[in-house]
Every structure is written in C-alpha cells, then in structure tokens.
C-alpha cells in the first residue's frame, strides 16, 4: 500500500466549475453554476440536495467522467486532463459483471496495476475480509444479496487504494436493515485512513446518512445546481444518532435543505447570461418532482387547517425528511400549498380541494397543471400537430431538451400520471401516443374514465 503524508494541497480542487446541457449554443441549458469545492485528504465530503441539484454530476465531473462547460478542474494541484488516476467509483445499481465471479469481479480493480500475482492475492485477501466476503469468492453475482452484491462493488473500488472513493447514492437499492449495516460499516472503514482510501466522497439524499458519515456536508440548491451551504461535522466518530448534538444538526441540515428545495427565488442572470424569449432555458418551466399525484392529494387532504412544521409533519408521517420534500414541493407546484418560513400550509385552492367533490377535484387539477408552463408546452404541441396529438418520442425529445439533467422516462411517466388525474391528456402505451382529452371527458363517472386512462 502506498503510504502518505499529510499536505494542505487538495486531491481534488473544483474552480468556478459550471456545466450545461442541450444542442446548440442558444439551447444549452445550465445544470451547475459556480461550482467550488476541496477535497483534502482524509476528509468524508456528502453531496446533499433535491433532485435536480447536480449532485451525481459534480461527482462525475470530479472523477474526470464528464468534463464542465467551463471552470477548472484540478487533481493534485495540477489540471486534470482526462479521468481522474486517483478515483474509484462505487455504483447505487452495483455494475458487476454476472458472468464473473466474486473474486474475479473483485480483481478486475487490478487488472492495470503492476503487482504479481501474489501481491493481487494478498490485497485480494485483505479487502474482502474487510467487507465480510470471506468465502464468498468462488460464487456468481446471481447467487447474492443486493447488500452482498453492493459489498463486491465496494471491495472492487477499495483494492485499487484509491486517492478518493466516491459513492454514488450506494445505499438506495437497498432494504433498511441491509442499508443501515453497509453504512455502519462504510463509517467504520472511513474512520480508518489505514483502510484503502484517502478520502471518500458520497452522494446521498438522506439528511441522517449524511450527518452520521461526512465531515463536511455539501447542501446544494437546484435549477442551476449551486452550493448553498457547506456544513461542517464536528462530532467525533463513532457517532450516535440519537444523541442531542447529532439531531441538532440533522435539524439544522434539515433548515437549510428546506430552503434550498421551497425558495422559489432565483438568481439574478448575470449581464452576460442574455434568455430570449421561448427559449427551453425559461425560467418558467419547472421541473416536475418524481412523486405521485395520490402522494399530493394524500398530503393536501391530512393537512390541518393551521401552519404545520414541516420537519414535525416529516416525522409523524414516518418519511424520509427529502423525500417527503418532494411531495411538498410537488403540491405547491400546483398551487395546493405554500411553504412559509419551515412550515407547509393550505393555499385557497388546496382548501377548496379539500372540500371538492371527485369531480371538482378533477377540474381543479385540470386548469391547475396547465397553468404549468410544461404542460401548456405539450398542449400546444397536441394543438399544433396535423392529427392533434403527439408520439412518446417527441414529447421524450421536448423533455430532454427543457430538462436535461432530469430523465426524461421518468419525468414523461410523472407527467402522464398527474395528466390522467386531472384529465388534461391521455395517453395508449401500446400505439405510444399522447393526445389531449376530450372537454367532454370533464366530469364523466370515473367508470367511464377507467377504459380510456387504463387506471
């Protein structure tokens, strides 16, 4: 292993980096803006944030993946000129080879090195006694767990003793119990700079998991992605967290992220950031959070008549703190809520909801999602096709083109599903083709309406 020692030159250094999507110079679409971050060695560094924020594409741009639109990016002080040599990356979807198996999974983190076989051997030994796959060498990734499985991507990152290891939400495919004991022990690992890494570097959407590993806390705000806050972790490891101090931070995160996710103000553009009108960088669209439209009206119809706390109203629901964030930001969207302060109470229209009939709901939704620049966009594009309605494979092109740091599969499905409630759209997934509602559909008996929406 090789060995070091301690400097104040950053492994990694991110300079004013910014990033943009799209085609064409006049259809780019920012995702990141000035972005600036170090990480020194021996630092834990979570990437925290709603959907949308970058946070995946910082850690790409980091591992010399993706290169920025602009800024700079510098790997031991000197500029980094293609993928970063001191990087190994663990995935959320484990990206092993089924035909492999554990060991041979393992080893290909090797396959460039200059160790004989012997030394492959005995780093082989070390890191998968580290990560419990002893005896589990010889077996095929089909035969595993998710947890085991993630356990092989970890051993694969770790036995090339990477500068930095960056872990890209690794936990989320997980059940609880298996998520909690892999983050146990990637904590245990990291609190040991003795153990294969310098430093490591994780994307994480969870406010608790964040806070119980990282020593400094990346909160980023979305659209375009933007460091908000860096929060520094001043307790020590191991650390409990059900003690005062850990929830007081979680608190605190909790705070700003609120903030980051429900502020609706946006930075003023710069004199040489000129948007024309119509332009797909309009400010106006917004993306839409990847919720249901049964988790907003679940939400819009338990709230009270008075001012709630959001992070209180987080916990009685049992729902993770960013999660149910989305679904917040999701009905205020819409217009049902409206996020004051750190508190989520009921506009006029998430009142009149409440005491609407099935019916009435359903033209409340109607003319509140057209009021919605992105559902305004593909009504026009209905209206303005030959046959009025429009392929799954142009609404995809639109999509990718307005949001390009969304996917647009899975904003496309959101899209159709909160379209169907307030039958704006419908849309036959067998001839993949989406077409506005008829006005006469407006108030029919829901029996009438399940045969055309597939509900």
């Known amino acids: 292993m090789t060995t070091s020692t301690a400097t104040t030159e950053p492994i990694v250094e991110l300079i004013g980096v910014e990033m943009r999507f799209g085609e064409g110079d006049d259809q780019k679409m920012k995702v990141l803006e000035d972005i600036n971050l170090k990480i020194q ?16 594409t910082i850690m790409r741009i980091l591992t010399g993946l993706i290169k920025p639109t602009s800024g700079l990016v510098k790997y031991m002080g000197k500029p980094m000129p293609s993928v970063n040599p001191g990087v190994a990356m663990v995935f959320q979807n484990f990206a092993l080879f089924p035909w492999l ?19 492959k051997e005995q780093h082989f030994q070390k890191i998968i006694e580290m990560v419990g796959l002893d005896g589990y060498g010889d077996v095929l990734p089909k035969e595993l767990s998710g947890g085991m499985k993630q356990r092989v991507g970890i051993a694969r990152a770790l036995i090339m003793e990477p500068q930095i290891l960056c ?14 004991t892999l983050r146990n022990e990637i904590g245990r690992i990291a609190m040991d700079s003795t153990l294969g890494f ?3 570097v994780i994307v994480t959407h969870n406010i608790a998991e964040a806070v119980y590993l990282a020593r400094n806390i990346v909160v980023l705000a979305a659209h375009p992605g933007r460091v908000q806050k860096i929060v520094h972790n001043p307790l020590p490891y191991p650390r409990d967290s059900a003690s005062p101090a850990f929830q007081q931070l979680v608190s605190q995160i909790h705070g700003i992220l609120t903030n980051s996710v429900l502020d609706d103000g946006e930075p003023p553009a710069t004199e040489t950031e000129v948007v024309s ?16 439209m049964g988790e907003v009206m679940g939400l819009v119809q338990m709230l009270k008549p008075e001012p709630e706390n959001l992070f209180a109203l987080a916990t009685r ?12 930001k999701a009905a205020e969207l819409i217009d049902l809520v409206e996020t004051p302060g750190q508190t989520v109470r009921l506009t006029a229209s998430g009142i009149a909801f409440q005491k609407a009939d099935v019916k009435n709901r359903k033209r409340l939704i109607h003319d509140l999602l057209l009021a919605l620049k992105i559902f305004k966009h593909l009504a026009d594009r209905i209206d303005q096709s030959e046959n009025k309605e429009i392929t799954e494979e142009e609404a995809l092109h639109d999509l990718a083109q307005i949001f390009p740091n969304e996917r647009p599969k899975i904003l496309f499905k959101n899209l159709v599903g909160w379209a169907r409630y307030g039958e704006l759209f419908s849309f036959d997934p067998r001839t993949a083709i989406l077409k506005k509602f008829e006005k006469t559909y407006l108030g029919k008996p829901p029996a009438s309406r399940l045969k055309e929406t597939g509900a």
Not at 41 to 56: F, Q, T, Y
């Open 317 to 328: 629901l049992k729902k993770d703190f960013s999660t149910f964030l989305s679904v917040v």
């Open 198 to 200: 310098k430093s490591l």
């Open 277 to 292: 009108p119509g332009s797909v960088q309009d400010d106006a669209y917004e993306p839409i959070p990847n919720v249901t």
């Open 167 to 180: 872990m890209d939400e690794p936990f989320s495919a997980l059940d609880v119990l298996t998520g909690e």
């Open 41 to 56: 060695e021996h630092d834990v560094m979570a990437l925290l944030g709603p959907s949308g924020c970058g946070k995946s």
């Open 101 to 119: 198996s554990v060991r041979e999974n393992i080893l290909l983190g090797l396959e460039n090195s200059t160790y004989s076989q012997e030394e």
